[in-house]
């Protein structure tokens, strides 16, 4: 019986540590810059050495002048603590089992080229080229995905610096190009790029410098294009991401400006085949970031702030669950001191390491830092979460026109490049405090608090060496079960009414400063 009762501590210490909810802070060093502005972050990627790539997009410039633009690409081990960063990367496809392709945004010495690379895991570079036109014309790819046994790049081709139109390049796993497509009398722009497990792919444009009508199409591999459909809007809206169902149909995830410096969320449904199935608009005000499927067939969204700080603070950090049909499972806000700066913006969708554990990336405001904080698989972490009402309702702000477009070849060369940018370690701070200045992070609370007995029956007891002030007992699905005012250094908490299982206790200071211990309950 002895050592039954050890094994099942064991397992609950062994579980309950890793669902252990956390907040990390990235401070940048000033040599990389410090302005991670508007917080544009793609979700959690895996890699095969079971470390993760964390990307944050941004239009600052680094402050050495150097003329890269900031987005971060950071390399992590399982426990997301940082390996390495590069700086300027611009576009991001992970491919197979031990290497990515990023390309650049920097500024090379041919305006009409543009540099890309291939780095391993250990952030050491394969090969790096640079793909050029003639030298009237810009090429800028910024958008990239594996599939199809390839990477495909998209971008803007600017014949003679004056009109635009969205360039597709198709290079292999080696750098060299298969192919590179345009489309023909499009004065128009790419915005984003999508490739599903059919061999599809899906992109959309915009008109010349982010104006005019949103152009959605879906193409095969050989680009042959299955639909394509231009999206009308009576006001101003962009696309923010789609995603692709298990049954062919295609999610698409917009923002609308309903007033001045405040949008909602904005979905749109279509089958595989391109019909309009539904249009919805969400009933709060918050800016969607991203959309996910989920490994339970459901739909996470992200919303973030407004990418201007004097306007964030009128949107909402939001996350919420949902079917397939728009139906909102449950919602929360995970920035509920948003009234103080800094607060957190550009939020992604999480990365799910468990049934029961959801990993997200933002951007703190004040210092701009990048940021991963965990949370249960209902969005309550010790960091946050406010529960929000949130729905959405059926419209039909926009009409649909079927649009012809076609490919033309488009002459590119690929060639060895010497191109280097900065990997470097990156500092991190773990804190519950979304208000951390860019340093240590100060707890008060020590460390050495005793709890026992472990495992408990009726009676745990709390001894600390400082005072605590509240004590909160959460079991493993997040859900708070008790919650105790103390204001001392002792306590006895009464857990007669808890069943048989793993717990995790909060013990919570004045100053704002929080630890955690697990416990089993065995009556």
């Known amino acids: 019986?002895?050592?039954?009762?050890?094994?099942?501590?064991?397992?609950?210490?062994?579980?309950?540590?890793?669902?252990?909810?956390?907040?990390?802070?990235?401070?940048?060093?000033?040599?990389?810059?410090?302005?991670?502005?508007?917080?544009?972050?793609?979700?959690?990627?895996?890699?095969?050495?079971?470390?993760?790539?964390?990307?944050?997009?941004?239009?600052?410039?680094?402050?050495?002048?150097?003329?890269?633009?900031?987005?971060?690409?950071?390399?992590?081990?399982?426990?997301?603590?940082?390996?390495?960063?590069?700086?300027?990367?611009?576009?991001?496809?992970?491919?197979?089992?031990?290497?990515?392709?990023?390309?650049?945004?920097?500024?090379?010495?041919?305006?009409?080229?543009?540099?890309?690379?291939?780095?391993?895991?250990?952030?050491?570079?394969?090969?790096?080229?640079?793909?050029?036109?003639?030298?009237?014309?810009?090429?800028?790819?910024?958008?990239?995905?594996?599939?199809?046994?390839?990477i495909r790049m998209i971008g803007d081709v600017q014949p003679g610096y004056i009109l635009y139109a969205p360039a597709f390049v198709d290079i292999d796993s080696m750098g060299n190009l298969i192919r590179a497509d345009t489309l023909l009398g499009d004065t128009i722009a790419f915005e984003h790029l999508y490739a599903d497990d059919s061999g599809n792919y899906y992109f959309i444009t915009t008109g010349l410098y982010g104006g005019g009508d949103r152009k959605i199409t879906k193409l095969r591999a050989d680009n042959t294009i299955v639909w394509s459909y231009i999206v009308h809007a009576a006001f101003s809206y962009d696309i923010a991401t789609l995603v692709t169902l298990p049954n062919g149909d295609v999610l698409i995830g917009s923002n609308v400006s309903l007033t001045?410096?405040?949008?909602?969320?904005?979905?749109?449904?279509?089958?595989?085949?391109?019909?309009?199935?539904?249009?919805?608009?969400?009933?709060?005000?918050?800016?969607?970031?991203?959309?996910?499927?989920?490994?339970?067939?459901?739909?996470?969204?992200?919303?973030?702030?407004?990418?201007?700080?004097?306007?964030?603070?009128?949107?909402?950090?939001?996350?919420?669950?949902?079917?397939?049909?728009?139906?909102?499972?449950?919602?929360?806000?995970?920035?509920?001191?948003?009234?103080?700066?800094?607060?957190?913006?550009?939020?992604?969708?999480?990365?799910?390491?468990?049934?029961?554990?959801?990993?997200?990336?933002?951007?703190?405001?004040?210092?701009?830092?990048?940021?991963?904080?965990?949370?249960?698989?209902?969005?309550?972490?010790?960091?946050?979460?406010?529960?929000?009402?949130?729905?959405?309702?059926?419209?039909a702000l926009f009409t649909l026109q079927r649009s012809t477009i076609d490919f033309a070849p488009i002459p590119l060369t690929i060639s060895d490049y010497l191109w280097n940018l900065p990997v470097a370690p990156q500092p991190y701070v773990d804190s519950c405090d979304y208000a951390l200045p860019s340093g240590v992070a100060q707890t008060t609370l020590p460390e050495d608090v005793a709890l026992y007995p472990n495992p408990a029956g009726n009676t745990v007891y709390i001894k600390s060496a400082a005072n605590i002030d509240r004590i909160a007992i959460y079991d493993m699905a997040g859900r708070s079960l008790l919650l105790q005012e103390v204001n001392a250094r002792t306590c006895v908490v009464d857990i007669t009414d808890l069943v048989n299982g793993c717990y995790i206790i909060k013990l919570s200071a004045g100053d704002g400063s929080s630890i955690y211990r697990k416990v089993a309950v065995v009556h």
């Open 1 to 150: 019986m002895k050592n039954i009762l050890y094994a099942f501590v064991l397992l609950c210490a062994t579980h309950t540590a890793a669902q252990q909810p956390f907040t990390r802070i990235y401070n940048q060093d000033t040599a990389y810059g410090s302005d991670l502005f508007y917080g544009l972050c793609p979700a959690i990627q895996n890699t095969t050495d079971g470390g993760h790539l964390l990307q944050y997009y941004s239009g600052q410039h680094m402050v050495d002048g150097s003329g890269y633009d900031l987005p971060l690409l950071i390399k992590t081990d399982s426990a997301f603590i940082p390996q390495w960063q590069i700086v300027g990367v611009s576009g991001l496809a992970f491919k197979d089992s031990s290497v990515f392709l990023a390309t650049a945004g920097g500024a090379t010495d041919t305006p009409a080229c543009t540099p890309i690379k291939k780095i391993d895991l250990q952030g050491n570079t394969t090969w790096s080229k640079i793909i050029c036109l003639d030298g009237s014309s810009n090429v800028s790819l910024g958008n990239a995905v594996w599939a199809n046994h390839k």
């Open 260 to 395: 001045n410096y405040t949008e909602r969320m904005f979905l749109m449904k279509f089958s595989a085949s391109g019909q309009l199935l539904w249009q919805k608009i969400a009933n709060r005000g918050s800016r969607l970031t991203d959309i996910k499927l989920m490994n339970d067939g459901n739909l996470m969204i992200a919303a973030g702030g407004l990418p201007v700080p004097a306007f964030s603070v009128l949107n909402e950090d939001d996350i919420l669950k949902t079917d397939t049909a728009a139906h909102v499972l449950w919602a929360g806000n995970v920035a509920p001191q948003r009234t103080l700066w800094p607060f957190i913006k550009g939020l992604s969708v999480p990365y799910e390491q468990s049934s029961n554990e959801l990993y997200f990336t933002a951007v703190t405001v004040n210092p701009y830092a990048a940021i991963i904080f965990s949370t249960d698989s209902t969005g309550n972490g010790h960091c946050a979460s406010l529960p929000v009402t949130f729905g959405f309702r059926d419209t």
